[in-house]
């Protein structure tokens, strides 16, 4: 089946630092992406969609600044998290959709731990 | 109300029994999905259906349009069965996700 690619699988960083997180589907071109958030013992939250070419559409409550998606080609969007802060900490997973399809695809996800 | 609602929320099996995993979803769908979640985090798609029933080794998925409700099914359950199942509809181009299940099959 097709497979989507996350990296790096996890990360600790500093408060304060950038921390880019990148989202590959390695075996078919993803018109869309999506990005989301999950907390410990909680459903996955959707921060933002991105579509190959063109801006992000993020979530209510979501900050696009704080959080920037880059989706510059058919098999690759990035989130950055930009000034991490501890209440950035959780876990980032992206999905990806063929075109035409409704068929998503989970990547393997990334923990992020900012002290 | 969430708009997806999966039970039970916890699980506890023993190896062998047959576990029913239900969610009952309240806005139009053009699709269901069913993931399974292991303790890593990684999440994998079981299935995506949006009428009758799908078949995948000792999982089965059924879904009911008209009732809203779907129920996943793993027979001769096993230890690697023990993961979150989650249960997520496809509406107007998103997915909502349901809570999840706790699976736990002891040996």
């Known amino acids: 089946g097709a497979v989507v690619s996350q990296h790096p699988s996890w990360v600790i960083c500093k408060s304060g630092t950038s921390v880019k997180i990148e989202c590959r589907s390695l075996d078919f071109q993803a018109t869309t992406m999506f990005w989301y958030r999950q907390f410990p013992k909680q459903s996955l939250m959707l921060m933002a969609t991105?579509?190959?070419?063109?801006?992000?559409?993020?979530e209510q409550g979501v900050e696009k600044d704080k959080f920037l998606i880059n989706h510059a080609s058919l098999t690759l969007s990035t989130l950055t998290v930009t000034s991490a802060h501890p209440e950035d900490s959780s876990f980032y997973i992206c999905?990806?959709?063929?075109?035409?399809?409704?068929?998503?695809?989970f990547g393997p996800g990334t923990r992020l731990l900012v002290l | 109300k969430n708009e997806v609602e999966q039970s039970p929320q916890n699980l506890t099996a023993q190896e062998g029994e047959f576990i029913t995993i239900n969610c009952s979803y309240s806005?139009?769908?053009?699709?269901l999905h069913w993931l399974q979640q292991h303790p890593g985090g990684g999440i994998v798609s079981l299935f995506m259906?949006?009428?009758g029933k799908k078949k995948h080794g000792r999982l089965i998925a059924t879904i009911n349009i008209q009732e809203k409700h779907s129920s996943l099914h793993i027979t001769a359950s096993h230890p690697r069965d023990s993961a979150v199942y989650i249960c997520?509809?496809?509406?107007?181009?998103?997915?909502?996700f349901g809570k999840g299940t706790k699976l736990s099959v002891k040996p």
């Open positions: 991105s579509n190959e070419g063109s801006k992000a559409t993020y």
């Open positions: 259906l949006s009428s």
């Open positions: 999905s990806a959709r063929a075109p035409g399809g409704e068929t998503q695809y």
């Open positions: 997520a509809v496809l509406s107007q181009g998103n997915l909502i």
């Open positions: 806005v139009g769908i053009s699709a």
